[in-house]
């Protein structure tokens, strides 16, 4: 089979997080999205707002077998333990593989093996504190970080004097995603949540993933509460368009936000109200640390830079 640098590779895999599998498209090879009637979780193909390229189509599960493709690139254990064996046909269990891992371990934040425990498959993960946290054992893994594109005309503006999250069923996800640290700061600073279900928690509710950057911008911080989990895609692309980002100081993002020049985030909630209440009172300096942010978003999570990793990793793997 050819390899060459310009030959566009055919890649199955599935739709998990809509928005990364998104950027991920913006990769100029074909995507091939598997999808069951009535598009459930996992297999949702094209359906949904955001603009998919012509690079992307749909497979029918059950015509997979039969469809020739490059590389496989699993994004879920579901997939990894049943699709994997069920639809795959006997030509394509010898195909290059790749596993995206989105999450830190949920089992254990230190000790859990992860499942994809074999030589001949690349285990990607999105953040170094991931790869860090995962017993991989012989899988070999890289880090890709996440790449986001820049909304076309959408800069902070921050002359709301209120915060906003963006986090989705937080009711239902509890202590992980900090449910009580958003009630508690909530309860002193003018906050507001969006995402799917935020109104079990008094929150707005869904905004489209197109008109989320325009409407986050009128808001004076982005508030992350959350404990244990990625880098959320939404902190990123509030960054890129100028909003200072106020969090836990946990997880990836303990690397990315410094404290004065891009947001605040730490450990301690109240210190967190302080620096809320004093960019609420302090407009210059919430656009101030909102720059910072936009520029550590453009100089790390470009699409790009995203896009030439992405590229380099499955000519890597199919060659």
Not at 81 to 101: G, K, M, T, V
Not at 163 to 174: D, K, T
Not at 198 to 209: L, P
Not at 236 to 256: H, S
């Amino acid at each position: 089979m050819s390899n060459s640098p310009s030959r566009r590779l055919r890649v199955l895999t599935w739709h998990v997080h809509g928005n990364y599998l998104y950027y991920l498209t913006r990769a100029h090879h074909d995507f091939y999205l598997v999808t069951k009637p009535g598009h459930p979780p996992g297999y949702a193909g094209t359906v949904g707002v955001l603009p998919w390229g012509n690079n992307v189509h749909e497979v029918p599960a059950e015509r997979v077998a039969s469809r020739e493709f490059d590389v496989i690139l699993f994004q879920h254990k579901t997939q990894w333990d049943d699709d994997r064996i069920n639809l795959l046909s006997e030509a394509q269990h010898r195909l290059p593989r790749i596993y995206i891992e989105h999450d830190p371990p949920q089992e254990n934040a230190f000790e859990q093996r992860h499942w994809v425990d074999e030589a001949n498959t690349l285990l990607i993960h999105v953040t170094h504190f991931n790869q860090l946290m995962w017993d991989c054992g012989i899988t070999p893994t890289r880090v890709i970080e996440h790449g986001v594109i820049v909304p076309e005309g959408v800069l902070y503006t921050g002359e709301k004097a209120r915060g906003i999250a963006v986090i989705n069923h937080l009711r239902q996800r509890g202590r992980r995603l900090g449910d009580d640290v958003f009630a508690s700061v909530k309860a002193q600073v003018p906050l507001d949540l969006v995402g799917m279900d935020a109104k079990a928690v008094g929150g707005i509710g869904e905004i489209g993933n197109l008109d989320l950057a325009a409407f986050s911008a009128r808001y004076r911080f982005f508030f992350n509460p959350i404990r244990w989990t990625s880098l959320g895609l939404a902190v990123v692309e509030a960054m890129t368009i100028g909003m200072p980002i106020v969090g836990l100081a946990t997880t990836e993002l303990a690397t990315v936000i410094r404290n004065g020049e891009s947001g605040y985030i730490n450990t301690n909630v109240s210190a967190l109200i302080d620096a809320m209440q004093e960019l609420l009172r302090d407009p210059d300096e919430a656009r101030k640390l909102g720059n910072g942010a936009r520029k550590v978003a453009m100089e790390r999570f470009h699409i790009d830079r995203f896009v030439r990793d992405w590229n380099h990793t499955l000519r890597y793997v199919t060659s």
